[in-house]
């Protein structure tokens, strides 16, 4: 329960008031048109600029009461309610969990089998490492555009399992975030697993250790961190994903209904009830993540390190006169190649 | 003896070096010969040849160039909004622990949001043109470049600051000659991974809202059902990114030569 002391902490409580007068004040300031108005007037009295702010629009920004209202009662038209955007997110977060561990897994495998052949390594690693700082999420229109071609054709028309697969965007969705999950995971793991001193593995052979017992018993546990690291970053870029394909291509999802705020049938209320899901939906998924790496590498010091930053960041204690830590940073980010 | 041995283990590493340029790029290049000659035309509307996919991208130039310019326009701005207001906060964060309590919770829950969501947002706050796109390019390369920097910021031997405070060195003096000079090789490391990231995100920025910019491009194409077109825009961002990518590089190696032996410790 040690965790339950950031409440008791000063700061978290003024945080808190912070957010909830903030909410507070944008509920009664969007409440009436002409207090937006009487806004804009003022500024231009005292500056002589009129703000042209669409911001400053009743239409354009719902106060919280409204986005709240469309989330949880249905209007009559049926677009609204728990189960419109449960039908929605349903699909968004579907897409966005299967794909984050069909990607992850099939990265760690790929990761352990160049782990342990030497010439995959040397002739694919420089490729996964560049593909890395390759802008991936560009991919979705191409794949959008394949899955509209593909959903066009006959065979695919006619046989079920082709239609299953492209004749709605679920599957190209999954796609999109298995590419994108897939190189990081893949090089952090690959790294970690390489993470070992070689007096490690003296001092397990001399033990008679065999080789499957190298592996689950150390180089596992040392790949962890690293592969905890990207899994962080794989969870939050996957909910990404799905909302950027579901903004292009797609009939069903959160980021559909981002997509549609403009149309006719749905307004911004929609569109910001969608963004409230869909990051709250991100910060459990990260959450959940963390709370996996805490359970599995509690000795860890990136899990004490973000320990002591809830606990008040102790960033004065410095290490009694140890070398700097090489700038090995949060992320996956460059590698020690 | 030991000259002769000491040449072969040379001759040995630089064969080494040789075969790890040589091998990955035999790999690709016959990942592409399989796509060229095998592939071919079988799988036309999806897979074009990439002789094709090349020559369009030649053809194409002036429109992807033209388009190329306005999102490097957005991802620069953004990359330096957002890194200035991470290096000011992270040296907030080391000077002040208030300020670090105060700020770190909303910094982390910036963080872990799905950035690219709240564009809508955005957009509805400032209207559909650049300035959404380089405020959510801001934010999106503002925590990188803060946590790193407060890393940087911290990671100092005692001894050193102890070696400046026994010469009698000032506080400032102690943060221009010491704490920063060491805290920019890890600068450029956040920059490495907020560079790209910028480019990413001005292009998925323009997916939604926009009329320019290679995103835009991308969208039209898909919609106008032009594969080749859309190949040669992905070709075209993907040289973008790596191209900004070997900028930082060499701009860290130009610029912070003392960068290598930090890292080394």
Redesign the interface.
């Known amino acids: 329960m040690k965790n339950l002391n950031i409440f008791r ?1 000063k ?2 409580w ?2 808190l008031l912070v957010v909830v007068v903030l909410l507070l004040s944008w509920e009664l300031l969007f409440s009436n048109q002409d207090n937006l108005d009487n806004i804009s007037s003022f500024v231009k009295d005292t500056t002589g600029w009129r703000p042209h ?3 400053l629009s009743v239409m ?2 719902p106060r919280p009461s409204k986005i709240l209202g469309i989330i949880t009662t249905t209007p009559p038209n049926g677009r609204g309610g728990w189960e419109f955007f449960w039908y929605h997110a349903k699909s968004t977060l579907s897409a966005a969990v299967l794909g984050f561990f069909i990607g992850d897994i099939i990265a760690i495998l790929f990761a352990i089998l160049l782990a342990y052949v030497k ?1 995959l390594e ?6 996964f490492l ?1 593909m890395r ?3 991936l ?6 794949l ?3 899955r ?3 959903a066009d054709m006959d065979v695919v028309q006619t046989n079920p399992i082709l239609f299953s697969l492209f004749g709605t965007g679920q599957v190209v969705k999954m796609l999109v975030v298995i590419i994108i999950v897939f190189f990081p995971t893949m090089v952090n793991v690959f790294e970690g697993l390489k993470s070992i001193n070689p007096s490690e593995i003296e001092l397990m052979k001399s033990m008679n250790a065999s080789g499957w017992q190298v592996f689950w018993k150390l180089r596992i546990f040392k790949a962890m961190p690293l592969t905890f690291a990207a899994l962080k970053i794989a969870s ?1 870029s996957s ?2 994903a799905v ?2 394909a579901e ?3 797609t009939n069903q999802g959160l ?1 559909f209904v ?2 549609q ?1 403009a149309s006719a049938s749905l307004d ?1 209320r929609h ?2 009830a969608s ?1 409230v899901i ?2 709250i939906f ?2 459990v998924f ?2 959940a993540v963390s709370l996996l790496e805490k359970i599995f590498i509690p000795w860890h010091e990136s899990v004490i390190a973000l320990k002591q ?1 809830m606990n ?2 102790e ?2 204690a ?10 090995k ?3 996956s ?2 590698g020690t190649a | 003896m030991i000259v002769v041995e000491k040449q072969k283990r040379l001759q040995k590493t630089a064969l080494n070096k040789g075969l790890n340029w040589l091998l990955p790029v035999l790999c690709m290049g016959g990942l592409i010969l399989l796509w060229e000659y095998w592939i071919g035309d079988s799988l036309k509307f999806v897979l074009p040849r990439p002789s094709l996919i090349f020559n369009q991208f030649i053809q194409q130039i002036h429109l992807l160039l033209n388009n190329a310019y306005i999102t490097i326009f957005e991802a620069f701005v953004g990359l330096a909004i957002g890194t200035v207001i991470g290096v000011l906060f992270s040296i907030g964060f080391v000077y002040s622990k208030g300020f670090a309590k105060s700020v770190y919770p909303y910094a982390l829950i910036l963080r872990s949001l799905p950035l690219m969501a709240i564009l809508p947002i955005l957009t509805s706050l400032m209207g559909p043109g650049y300035t959404s796109k380089i405020t959510l390019i801001a934010l999106a390369s503002f925590f990188p470049v803060l946590i790193n920097m407060v890393q940087g910021l911290t990671a100092i031997n005692k001894t050193t600051i102890e070696l400046m405070q026994s010469l009698n060195a000032s506080k400032s003096e102690i943060f221009w000659k010491v704490r920063l000079p060491s805290s920019l090789p890890y600068l450029f490391t956040s920059l490495k991974i907020t560079g790209s990231g910028a480019i990413v995100a001005a292009i998925i920025s323009e997916y939604m809202y926009a009329v320019n910019g290679l995103g835009a491009l991308m969208v039209s194409f898909m919609f106008g059902s032009r594969l080749l077109d859309l190949w040669a825009t992905l070709l075209a961002s993907t040289i973008l990114s790596l191209l900004v990518y070997i900028l930082i590089v060499f701009l860290e190696k130009i610029l912070i030569p003392w960068g290598k032996h930090i890292k080394e410790g």
């Open positions: 902490e700061s978290v003024i945080n702010l669409k911001a354009a920004v010439p040397r002739a694919l690693m420089p490729i560049t700082s390759v802008p999420v560009a991919i979705t229109p191409l959008l555009r394949i509209f071609t593909l939050a909910v990404l909302t950027v903004w292009l291509g980021g981002m997509s705020g911004s569109v910001w963004i869909v990051t991100g910060l990260y959450w930053a008040g960041l960033l004065d410095l290490p009694d006169s140890s070398p700097a830590p090489q700038p940073p949060l992320a980010e460059e």
